[in-house]
Every structure is written in structure tokens, then in C-alpha cells.
């Protein structure tokens, strides 16, 4: 797997919250994430070109919301 990112704006802090071994860093790290990832949704709401990285945004917020449930209310 290559470390080169396609979105480093959005995927850096996904990556970075995604490593997040404590529960309490992990839920601060994926609600930052999350609103960088929203506010970049917002940005590309009216841009066709853009499906390939406002499909990856919306797996990185199902990933968190999988990770969330899983990590932080087990």
C-alpha cells in the first residue's frame, strides 16, 4: 500500500485519528476528522467532477461511525 494520499487535506487527520489507540484521544480525533470531512463535503456539494472524493469522504465517515460504535461504546 502506498503512503502517497489523494486527499492529504482530509485523509492526513483520517489516518492520524484512525491510529488513535486510547479511547478518549480516539473520540477527540474522530469528531476534528469528522467536521474537516464535513466542511469538505460542503465544499464539493456542487462540483460534478468531484464523485471519486465525495465517495471516499462518505466511506471515511462510515468507517469512523463503524470505529465509534465498536471502540468507544463497547
Given at each position: 500500500m502506498s503512503d502517497e494520499l489523494k486527499y492529504p487535506q482530509w485523509q492526513e487527520?483520517?489516518?492520524?485519528?484512525m491510529t488513535a489507540f486510547?479511547?478518549?484521544q480516539l473520540g477527540e480525533k474522530l469528531q476534528k476528522v469528522e467536521l474537516i470531512i464535513l466542511?469538505?463535503?460542503d465544499v464539493l456539494?456542487?462540483?460534478i467532477k468531484s464523485l471519486d472524493e465525495r465517495?471516499?469522504?462518505?466511506?471515511?465517515?462510515?468507517?469512523?461511525?463503524?470505529l465509534r460504535r465498536e471502540k468507544l461504546h463497547s
Open positions: 487527520p483520517f489516518r492520524n485519528a486510547g479511547t478518549q466542511k469538505r463535503l456539494s456542487s462540483d465517495q471516499a469522504l462518505l466511506d471515511a465517515i462510515s468507517i469512523m461511525r463503524v
